[in-house]
């Protein structure tokens, strides 16, 4: 049984785990280390204030529930990108509290859980702190976890079965995968329940909530139809099939603990089990960890990079408290505190990892743009890319405001930061996962309205993409080479040029003409 402690609401680890959570973040508050996956939600809500409506006006393939989450907020404490990053250290924060709640509900431990949740911390921010759709995923599925411990542990069980069916569905309205399989588990765990089928009901209203407001939502708009096929269609012919990487892929340092975790994890409870000859599988909060966990590795497919991992690990934490509690428990006083150095031990890498991260972030000098001061990182690849990055928003400083432009092929974040129109209905263009028929409409869109176009070079780079994206068989399609092309006799004339950045104006030769090429065989 679990040793009762103060209640969950009254202990004062909850909050002090959530306050160093808040102070790990600190250093990036508001370090961008790359202009892509953060502007997606970024840039996608400022469309949305803008009187743009999603999957009408633009494209995407992440359902509504981060877009809109992340324009209440704008449209609450405003556009900036301090406010954004409050949000994003507010995010964090809540899921370590959440990692902790879960390890101690789970193993009935506090040191244990509290040593969890600051590690996850310390060991995911810096590179990636931010408003990623991700971190709302697991923010939410953090939460009905907890939701589904509280009703397996004696607290008000419908409504803590309806919390967890309320932020799984929540879950599924941000990442469309990680939240379906959470739905899932959720239900999967309370179907074990005997004779007890009212938490289950609850779970599944829950569960069934947040998604019908979604439906409404896009029905009042008139977009329910494209809505599907952004969000089902698309990502299931084109997104997934791209992005398969090795597990752990691009560890360092920092993440290689988060990377180990859910191999450990999965050892230590299979140690559990041996232990109690099965036994454990007959009790629900076993059961409950050993689905969030299952959930967790799932949840990082089919990227399985280090990246991945990071987002998705909390979920195996609670599984690794309790296999790990479980195990001391066999152990003699000596045993446990040499346990315990172990695990403390395992971690000074990854803290040296992380203080690395802090330096870098420290070493960048702030930037001015529209949206407020921004301090630009190392890039995923430019040896310079906070020097390119600070002589773009120069250049793009002295361009008349009402211009329209085009960023390509994959830089979300400067649209929003520039506070630029950005023609084009799509703001990633990738071999594989653009098909021909949104090069051809984006081109004739960019000649038709765009004045600038901005280029970032290295996802451009055929051999950059094969780099990132092993799975893709041709970095440099037809269609793409097209496109290109277009763009360079449209806009002939080279503003400024550097190792990541080329900004390029409209030249008089622009016609739509110039995209009949694209798509065509020979």
Do not use: N
Not at 27 to 32: D, K, M
Not at 79 to 86: E, I, N
Not at 382 to 404: C, H, I, S
Request: aromatic share 10%.
């Amino acid at each position: 049984m679990l040793t009762r402690r103060p209640s969950l609401l009254r202990d004062p680890l909850l909050y002090g785990v959530a306050l160093g959570a808040a102070l790990v973040c600190a250093p990036f508050f508001r370090y961008v280390e790359w202009l892509g996956d953060e502007g997606v939600l970024l840039h996608g809500a400022a469309r949305i204030l803008g009187g743009e409506v999603l999957y009408r006006d633009f494209f995407e393939f992440l359902p509504p529930g981060g877009f809109l989450i992340v324009a209440s907020w704008m449209k609450l404490f405003g556009v900036g990108f301090a406010s954004v990053r409050v949000l994003a250290v507010c995010v964090v924060a809540a899921i370590a509290a959440l990692v902790y709640a879960t390890a101690r509900l789970a193993s009935g431990s506090r040191p244990l859980a509290a040593l969890l949740a600051i590690a996850w911390a310390v060991f995911s921010q810096g590179d990636w702190t931010g408003v990623h759709h991700h971190w709302l995923t697991t923010g939410a599925s953090m939460a009905s976890a907890a939701g589904l411990f509280l009703a397996l542990d004696g607290a008000p069980r419908r409504g803590a079965a309806f919390t967890a069916g309320l932020f799984a569905g929540t879950a599924a309205m941000i990442t469309q995968t990680r939240g379906a399989l959470l739905c899932v588990a959720v239900v999967a765990v309370l179907l074990t329940l005997p004779r007890d089928r009212s938490r289950l009901a609850s779970a599944i209203a829950g569960e069934a909530l947040v998604p019908a407001a979604m439906i409404i939502y896009l029905a009042a708009r008139g977009t329910l139809s494209s809505a599907f096929d952004d969000v089902i269609r698309f990502p299931a012919r084109h997104h997934a099939w791209i992005q398969p990487v090795p597990f752990g892929s691009w560890v360092s340092s920092q993440t290689w603990a988060l990377v180990a975790l859910f191999p450990v994890t999965f050892v230590l409870a299979g140690a559990t089990l041996a232990l109690a000859r099965g036994a454990r599988l007959r009790e629900s909060r076993f059961d409950a960890a050993l689905a969030l966990a299952v959930v967790g590795l799932l949840g990082i497919y089919p990227r399985g990079d280090a990246t991945h991992i990071a987002f998705t690990v909390a979920l195996a934490c609670p599984l690794f408290a309790l296999a790990v509690t479980d195990l001391l428990g066999h152990l003699g006083r000596r045993g446990r505190l040499a346990v315990g150095a172990l695990l403390i031990g395992l971690c000074l890498p990854g803290v040296r990892g992380a203080l690395e991260v802090v330096t870098v972030a420290s070493r960048s000098r702030p930037v001015p743009t529209a949206r407020g001061l921004v301090v630009p990182g190392r890039g995923l690849s430019a040896d310079d890319f906070a020097g390119d990055f600070t002589a773009l928003v120069a250049q793009l400083d002295r361009t008349p405001p009402g211009d329209a432009f085009f960023f390509y092929p994959f830089c979300p974040m400067l649209p929003y930061l520039t506070g630029r129109r950005h023609v084009a209905a799509i703001d990633v263009m990738t071999p594989a996962y653009t098909p021909v028929e949104h090069f051809r409409e984006t081109c004739a869109r960019v000649v038709g309205e765009a004045q600038w176009v901005v280029i970032e070079h290295h996802w451009s780079d055929p051999s950059y993409l094969r780099m990132v994206f092993p799975a893709i068989a041709d970095t440099d399609p037809p269609e793409k080479r097209a496109f290109e092309a277009a763009l360079r006799r449209a806009f002939g004339r080279v503003v400024h040029a550097s190792r990541t950045f080329e900004l390029r104006g409209r030249t008089g030769s622009a016609s739509d003409a110039l995209c009949d090429e694209i798509g065509v065989r020979p």
